[in-house]
């Protein structure tokens, strides 16, 4: 579900995130150093920071410079982040107060409660870095073992099940998910997979840095696997091998655009009809291994794929197969293994994919572990200290500010039938809220964690969850589940679901501040919220119902205006020119600036609202500005980054989001009340003759 997801690859928000990516790890990763310099102390910035803004730009030539001109003098990219902008400054805010939360937790003795015992345990493990080179490869020995125990194909189903189990997604993805069509049941779900790279096209495009950074994949994997005891000349080979089956997989893949598109990876079928496309795989072994449930159907979510991977397993050989699936397993733990792999995994996927120049502190660290590992049970400790009841009841009020102002923006839509307005009204009132952390937290009660097993902590904190989504297969849905964890800096909408989520860790300053104005919050985590609902109508989620399940509730009619209209904003994104040669890829960004022009529609409306009961005189200027400009100006200071070029030009190829500069412009360009609240003239920079709406 990550791609419906807010912020994805807002890198900080995953780090923190229970699913952690190869990138996650590789920000986060880990190089132990002998001096181990203290970390920064970080405070917290307002809701509105002056400094950042550049007065002498003119705001209806270039908004984002007026807004966040000064940002980057004033937040130079910290060595250990590829950039930064307000969800990183949070994002180490928070790290920061687990971190000492852990501290605490790790140092107690006595009288420690079972989930402290496993927070403070994998704390401290996680830490011992002088353990963690002591015992080298021996934490993973029997995986290991088990790669170079296959002998004989017809082995590879269970060491591919053994190894996803623990996380290692080889060769494809298995997991649960709802079944598109009927959100109330959860079922198995395959997709393509087993890249080491973002996503396809770094294996395809043959570009001069393309290139390049393929070489340095190539070089990168033989140097793992050296490291892991492979003679360099054999390793080397092996490499290039890899980088070949990889590149097989990924011509066999679907683009990340398609991936994108539930009807595209919606394909329910009989298990014995699945694996005619997959000859030679037995699947019953690999289920076994991975520890399924036996299911009778499955979503095949890639068909296309099978026939590739059936290929590419019939022909290369077995040296390689097993070289491959080392690899993965090298780069799942590397952060929890000796400083040489960490330092090698650091340097391919976080410096040379991210231009990330070094780690942060190993603290900082082991902390986004512990939350990745046992986020619901750190959480807990974590809501307590810094999330109130009064954020609580403010986030309510402007929730359902914001759902108010949706359902008045539809009966406004005058190419919209009525019959579809109905249907949409009534999708709108089934949207579930949920603010900050689960009303029901998780049971950790059955995972084992050692007090001297980094890597071991981790792989069975990866089984524990592998299993634990794995056994809701069959099972009635759980509403009140989380997928993130309650001090992520991110919120999502879930279209099986239906639902908007906020974890209590993007309810902070500067997003939302309790001692900034109305106008200022509403712009800046109003336009948050308003995102996330929209995603609920975007050229994804309108396929669903308020159910949850995909059904075209659009007349025909209505959906070809729909479609037009977001064609409109395909073409305004794809004139956008990112970095270099890379323009924006208007058609995978097209959800999420959807999301972004109707969250920013809806929460101006929903200011304007509230400022209205309130009697606020909206003439009245503070500090020299409207409210109305405040509201734009926090909308605008969302976004405000500073970035190395190698991490948006890697955004740009397999985000879909647009780079945060653009999201400001792409959307201010579309709204007459911010081009009224400046006083902006037709034709100006930000109030170009065309202009797109769809919500
Ligand atoms: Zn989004």
């Given at each position: 579900m990550g791609h419906w997801r807010w912020k994805t690859s807002g890198v900080w928000g995953l780090m923190a995130a229970a699913v952690l990516a190869g990138l996650a790890q590789a920000q986060s990763g880990t190089v132990q150093t002998a001096t181990r310099p203290l970390p920064p102390v970080y405070v917290p910035t307002p809701?509105?920071?002056?400094?950042?803004?550049?007065?002498?730009?003119d705001p209806c030539t270039d908004f984002y410079k007026f807004a966040c001109g000064k940002y980057a003098a004033n937040h130079p990219i910290p060595a250990d982040a590829p950039m930064m902008d307000p969800f990183y400054e949070v994002f180490n805010i928070n790290n920061q107060s687990l971190a000492k939360i852990l501290k605490d937790v790790a140092a107690?003795?006595?009288?420690?409660?079972p989930e402290e015992q496993k927070i403070g345990d994998y704390y401290n493990a996680c830490m011992d870095v002088d353990t963690i080179e002591k015992r080298g490869l021996a934490p993973i020995a029997s995986y290991l073992a088990a790669i170079d125990g296959v002998?004989?194909?017809?082995?590879l189903a269970k060491v591919i099940g053994t190894l996803q189990r623990v996380n290692?997604?080889?060769?494809f993805g298995y997991g649960e998910q709802q079944d598109?069509?009927?959100?109330t049941k959860q079922i198995a779900s395959i997709s393509q997979g087993g890249l080491?790279?973002?996503?396809k096209d770094y294996y395809l495009r043959t570009g001069e840095k393309d290139r390049t950074l393929l070489q340095q994949y190539d070089a990168h994997i033989a140097k793992m696997l050296t490291l892991a005891g492979t003679p360099a000349d054999k390793a080397a080979q092996q490499a290039s091998k890899v980088v070949a089956l990889e590149t097989a997989l990924a011509k066999g893949s679907m683009s990340i655009t398609d991936m994108r598109d539930p009807e595209k990876t919606y394909h329910l079928k009989p298990v014995a009809e699945f694996e005619h496309t997959l000859s030679g795989f037995e699947f019953g072994a690999f289920e076994r291994e991975v520890h399924s449930?036996?299911?009778t159907e499955l979503n095949?979510?890639?068909?296309?794929f099978w026939p590739v991977l059936t290929q590419v397993l019939a022909t290369t050989d077995l040296d390689t197969l097993q070289a491959y699936m080392r690899y993965h397993l090298l780069t799942a733990v590397a952060s929890r293994l000796p400083k040489a792999f960490d330092e090698e995994n650091f340097d391919f996927?976080?410096?040379?994919?991210?231009?990330?120049q070094q780690p942060r502190s190993r603290d900082r660290r082991c902390s986004v572990w512990v939350d990745s590992a046992m986020g619901e049970a750190l959480g807990k400790l974590w809501v307590e200290q810094y999330f109130s009841a009064e954020s609580k009841a403010k986030m309510l009020q402007m929730v359902g500010d914001i759902e108010a102002a949706m359902e008045r923006d539809i009966d406004t839509r005058?190419?919209?039938?009525a019959e579809t307005k109905q249907q949409a009204k009534q999708k709108l009132h089934l949207v579930a809220n949920k603010i900050g952390y689960p009303d029901k937290w998780r049971d950790y009660s059955t995972l084992e964690v050692r007090p001297e097993d980094a890597a071991g902590n981790l792989l069975r904190a990866n089984e524990f969850e592998n299993d634990r989504q794995l056994n809701k297969i069959g099972k009635p849905v759980?509403?009140?589940?989380?997928?993130?964890?309650?001090?992520?800096?991110n919120a999502y909408y879930d279209p099986s679901m239906n639902d908007i989520n906020f974890p209590a860790?993007?309810?902070?300053?500067?997003?939302?501040?309790?001692?900034?104005?109305d106008a200022v919050n509403y712009g800046h985590i109003g336009s948050i919220i308003g995102h996330e609902l929209t995603h609920g109508f975007d050229d994804e989620g309108r396929?669903?119902?308020?159910?949850?399940?995909?059904s075209d509730w659009w007349t025909a009619e209505d959906a070809k205006q729909y479609e037009q209209r977001g064609q409109c904003l395909v073409d305004e994104y794809s004139s956008?020119?990112?970095?270099?040669?890379v323009k924006l890829n208007g058609k995978l960004t097209l959800g999420e600036n959807t999301a972004d022009n109707g969250g920013l529609t809806l929460a101006f409306m929903a200011y304007m609202q509230r400022a209205r009961m309130q009697h606020v005189d909206l003439t009245a200027r503070q500090d020299g500005y409207t409210p109305a400009q405040h509201f734009f100006r926090g909308f605008a200071q969302n976004y405000c980054e500073t970035a190395h070029p190698e991490l948006v030009r890697t955004e740009v190829l397999s985000d879909p989001h647009s780079p945060d500069d653009l999201r400001v412009r792409g959307v201010l360009q579309n709204q007459p009340d911010f081009a009224a609240a400046f006083g902006c003239k037709k034709g100006s920079p930000m109030v170009p003759a065309n202009s797109c709406r769809v919500w």
């Open positions: 809701g509105f920071d002056a400094k950042d803004m550049d007065p002498s730009v107690k003795t006595t009288g420690r409660t002998h004989d194909k017809a082995q290692v997604d080889v060769f598109f069509k009927d959100a080491g790279l973002p996503e449930p036996q299911v095949d979510a890639t068909p296309q996927n976080a410096r040379k994919l991210y231009g990330t005058d190419w919209m039938s759980d509403r009140g589940e989380w997928l993130m964890s309650p001090p992520t800096v860790g993007i309810l902070q300053p500067a997003f939302y501040d309790k001692n900034a104005s396929k669903f119902d308020g159910k949850g399940n995909l956008f020119t990112a970095v270099d040669d």
